[in-house]
């Protein structure tokens, strides 16, 4: 079992920058692929980006690559986001998630195990 505390989230105007945090407790998550996911008022939840267990590979929905970041502290338990030059289009709540069944990086909802409740980034125009 893999609890995901997510935090850093808030509101900021277009063109700023925040950093989200995930801290994992439970079980450690080394070994884990990780990822974040972002759901907006009446849409769908939409992967964000994905990070191996290594910190190594790393991968991007098109709308936010250059200007977000994930990246990783294995001694920590921890994974981040850093979000730059966010944009109105970028409201959402932003959920951490676990894929502990392989180390395959994946995008899709379905592939991952565990996931946190999320912290509400806010972007104003």
């Known amino acids: 079992q893999v609890l995901l505390v997510e935090s850093g989230g808030g509101l900021v105007q277009a063109g700023g920058s925040l950093t989200l945090s995930c801290a994992a407790a439970?079980?450690?998550?080394?070994?884990?692929?990780m990822a974040w996911f972002r759901q907006a008022p009446g849409k769908e939840r939409e992967f964000v980006a994905t990070?191996?267990?290594?910190?190594?590979?790393?991968y991007y929905l098109d709308a936010v690559k250059g200007r977000f970041t994930i990246s990783r502290d294995n001694t920590k338990n921890m994974v981040y986001l850093q979000m730059n030059s966010l944009k109105p289009e970028d409201t959402a709540v932003y959920s951490c998630?676990?894929?502990?069944?392989?180390?395959?990086?994946?995008?899709?909802?379905?592939?991952?195990?565990?996931w946190g409740r999320g912290t509400q980034v806010t972007v104003s125009s």
């Open positions: 990070i191996h267990w290594d910190g190594r590979t790393t």
């Open positions: 998630a676990a894929r502990i069944r392989s180390g395959m990086i994946k995008s899709e909802v379905h592939e991952y195990d565990y």
């Open positions: 439970g079980r450690t998550i080394d070994d884990s692929v």
